[in-house]
């Protein structure tokens, strides 16, 4: 099993441009979110999905996407990149549908110019 | 929202000693996670514990969901320990599903 995988690992956007950072997993867990990690700060939710067809709002959603059309792939759009946006991405996920032990991924770097 | 507060934020130590690590969070919650992030940034998930006690090696975590706080215990430190220390909790919304709120970490640096 290889978990939680997100590419790109690293990237280097200028403010407008729009990207998508990919997160699959192949352990056929339901439940799938997204967190951003600043500086001195611990994980923020994004956006999470509790299975296919379904997704919501976390807790700094404003400026990025998220679709679940499958099991295994959540991945997350900026639609118009900022500075602010600056930021380490970290895909997870877990098995039951009310969190249970969470799985990230590796992370991805993000730098808007 | 629910806060969840770890102290403390930094905490250095020499290789071999032991730590206790503190998570506190201010409502009910269904469960509760330790996560370990290393200087690769790196997240491992340590325990899920939404209440009682687990060892796991030099590891141990005591969650007393009543009172609303968590402990992280760490004996005979290495300094492969080093890194941050991340508490999560979980907070049921009726509506919207369940999300985990993480503490802002304890920074752990283990020196030879």
């Known amino acids: 099993n290889a978990g939680v995988t997100q590419t790109p690992k690293f990237q280097v956007l200028k403010t407008g441009q729009s990207m998508t950072l990919q997160c699959a997993q192949d352990?056929?867990?339901?439940?799938m979110s997204w967190y951003r990690q600043d500086p001195g700060m611990g994980l923020r939710l994004i956006h999470y999905?509790?299975?296919?067809?379904?997704?919501d709002q976390g807790e700094v959603p404003n400026g990025y996407n998220v679709s679940r059309s499958t099991t295994e792939d959540f991945p997350l759009r900026l639609l118009s990149a900022a500075p602010s946006q600056t930021s380490v991405y970290f895909c997870?996920?877990?098995?039951?549908?009310?969190?249970?032990?969470?799985?990230f991924g590796e992370g991805s770097r993000l730098t808007v110019l | 929202g629910i806060q969840v507060e770890q102290s403390p934020p930094d905490l250095i130590l020499q290789e071999g000693a032991n730590s206790t690590l503190r998570c506190n969070f201010s409502d009910s919650v269904n469960n509760l996670q330790w996560f370990h992030q290393n200087p690769w940034g790196q997240l491992i998930n340590l325990f899920y514990i939404p209440s009682g006690t687990k060892q796991n090696g030099r590891l141990s975590a005591t969650t007393v969901a009543t009172e609303r706080y968590s402990l992280l215990y760490i004996s005979s430190s290495q300094t492969t320990d080093s890194g941050v220390y991340f508490c999560?909790?979980?907070?049921?919304?009726?509506?919207?599903?369940?999300?985990?709120?993480f503490g802002e970490g304890t920074q752990l640096t283990v020196n030879p």
């Open positions: 997870a996920s877990s098995y039951y549908h009310s969190t249970g032990e969470l799985f």
């Open positions: 999905s509790v299975g296919a067809g379904i997704t």
């Open positions: 352990m056929n867990h339901e439940y």
């Open positions: 999560a909790v979980e907070l049921v919304e009726e509506t919207s599903g369940s999300r985990l709120t």
